[in-house]
């Protein structure tokens, strides 16, 4: 029996036959009068272990939620000094990077367009999902800009993700926003507070464990191996949950034997 669904079992997924970072896939309808539409996105296929940097970006990476919908279209740089270089590090040093914004999805070729444009001096963002609302354009921006309450979406999301991984495992290291909304998003889905960081329009970079103390991207960049201390996996994470490792869970079965024709 076929019944429509958003979420693939893990035999479906397993068909796609993924590699592991971003697979690109095509979603395609075709109709009678208006041909085949066609709409790409990416899967991303990750282990079990990896450990994930959230961000947001209206805000925390732009300058400002409202502008930072608008500027970036007209060609202006709204972009925080150093968070270019900053992601870069953190991201060399073993980290996946995951962007959730509360942005409509129709906004979605936009916004990976901006998040591919934003170049400081040669250095990129790296790259990871983009988590947008599935909403329309007019209320996600009443719920981001007007009511001021994109942790709905976000908390929801971020929590979906977070099932995906091992239970007795945090795959959130630390988590970037703009408001005190996004910190209560991130500490909902278990972001310890000393690596949850908000940016003000200002570029002061604030850690909520100690509000008092004001940074910028360029200085914590200037920390990263000690923040965001290199991933060494020199020895497998499999002999930590020997029940995940490929041997064990992603093996095929031997084919059943019939002993009594080898005597």
Not at 31 to 45: D, F, K, M, V
Not at 48 to 73: C, M, R
Not at 109 to 117: A, H, M, P, S, V
Not at 236 to 241: A, E, G, N
Request: proline share 5%; charged share 20%.
């Amino acid at each position: 029996m076929y019944r429509k669904s958003l979420r693939l079992t893990s035999e479906q997924i397993e068909r796609l036959n993924l590699r592991e970072g971003a697979n690109t896939v095509v979603f395609s309808v075709t109709t009678q009068y208006q041909g085949t539409c066609r709409c790409e996105a990416a899967i991303y296929l990750w282990n079990w272990d990896d450990q994930v940097v959230i961000s947001d970006i209206d805000g925390t990476i732009t300058k400002s939620d409202a502008l930072g919908h608008i500027l970036p279209q007209l060609g202006k740089d709204w972009t925080h000094h150093g968070i270019a270089r900053l992601y870069h590090k953190i991201h060399q040093n073993g980290y996946k990077f995951l962007y959730c914004s509360a942005r409509a999805i129709g906004m979605a070729d936009i916004t990976k367009g901006y998040l591919q444009w934003v170049n400081d001096r040669g250095t990129v963002l790296p790259k990871g999902p983009v988590l947008l609302a599935p909403s329309s354009l007019f209320s996600a921006l009443h719920r981001e800009v007007i009511e001021k309450k994109p942790e709905v979406f976000k908390v929801a999301c971020l929590t979906d993700i977070r099932d995906l991984f091992n239970p007795h495992r945090q795959p959130f290291y630390a988590a970037f926003g703009n408001r005190t909304n996004d910190a209560y998003a991130y500490k909902q889905v278990g972001v310890i507070e000393a690596r949850i960081f908000t940016v003000n329009p200002r570029g002061e970079l604030i850690q909520e464990k100690t509000k008092g103390n004001k940074s910028t991207y360029s200085r914590l960049s200037e920390l990263v191996d000690h923040v965001f201390p290199l991933i060494v996996r020199g020895r497998t994470s499999s002999f930590d949950y020997p029940e995940f490792s490929h041997f064990s869970f992603w093996r095929e079965p031997l084919p059943p034997v019939d002993l009594s024709a080898l005597l």
